[in-house]
């Protein structure tokens, strides 16, 4: 079985500019989380998708927003990038069950310059 | 609002010597998560404990669940050079019995197992 998927996996934006990413969950998989990782905030919770919608979110600003499609592929945007958004954004997908676990994805490597 | 803190956070150890990282967290929860992530890698699923003393066990590492102390242990057993990494324990905050998929991450234990 084909593990997360997450395009792409590195991407230098500048400051002021939007982004788009990308991640595939194992199939059979309905709920995708969002993630960030920061040398200084460590791993924060974004937000989580299920059947298209949004059922939880952490604590971040607007700028940051998603999607989830019918195939359960999610998309996360960050809008007006600041040099603070340079990060590992890491998506995990689980089964919705009493005894799930989360699966990572690779990771992409955003860098906001 | 819920906290999650481990401690050591880093260890560095010999080869061959035991030691165990703490995970206490702050509010109800029975999801616990132990994750190992490499330099520059995603986070690798290393146990999941989801009741009051569960305790699970593979290869040097055993991890265990005390939900009415909220803390969780993870247990290096005569540890190697191929451990070294950085630990994570996560707890998902259950919400009226049912998971959230919100986990709350700890801020990890970098381990150095020196030859």
């Known amino acids: 079985k084909a593990g997360v998927t997450q395009t792409p996996r590195y991407l230098i934006k500048t400051r002021g500019q939007q982004v788009t990413l990308s991640c595939s969950p194992i199939?059979?998989?309905?709920?995708v989380s969002w993630y960030q990782q920061t040398p200084g905030q460590g791993l924060q919770f974004l937000f989580e998708y299920f059947s298209e919608t949004q059922r939880n979110k952490g604590n971040f600003p607007g700028r940051f927003s998603g999607r989830q499609f019918s195939n359960s592929r999610s998309e996360m945007n960050v809008s007006t990038l600041e040099l603070g958004d340079s990060a590992l954004y890491l998506c995990a997908s689980s089964l919705d069950g009493p005894s799930y676990e989360q699966y990572f994805g690779p990771g992409t490597r955003l860098t906001v310059t | 609002e819920l906290k999650v803190e481990q401690n050591p956070l880093f260890l560095s150890m010999q080869e061959g010597k035991n030691y165990t990282i703490y995970c206490n967290y702050s509010?109800?929860?029975?999801?616990l998560y132990w994750y190992r992530q490499d330099p520059g890698k995603s986070l690798e699923s290393l146990f999941v404990l989801l009741s009051n003393g569960a305790v699970k066990q593979e290869g040097r590492l055993m991890a265990s669940l005390d939900t009415k102390a909220r803390l969780s242990t993870l247990h290096i057993t005569a540890a190697v050079h191929d451990l070294s990494a950085t630990y994570f324990c996560?707890?998902?905050?259950?919400?009226?019995?049912?998971?959230?998929?919100?986990?709350?991450f700890g801020t990890g234990t970098l381990l150095a197992v020196q030859p």
């Open positions: 996560a707890v998902d905050p259950t919400f009226y019995g049912g998971a959230t998929n919100k986990l709350i």
């Open positions: 199939s059979g998989h309905r709920s």
């Open positions: 509010t109800t929860s029975d999801r």
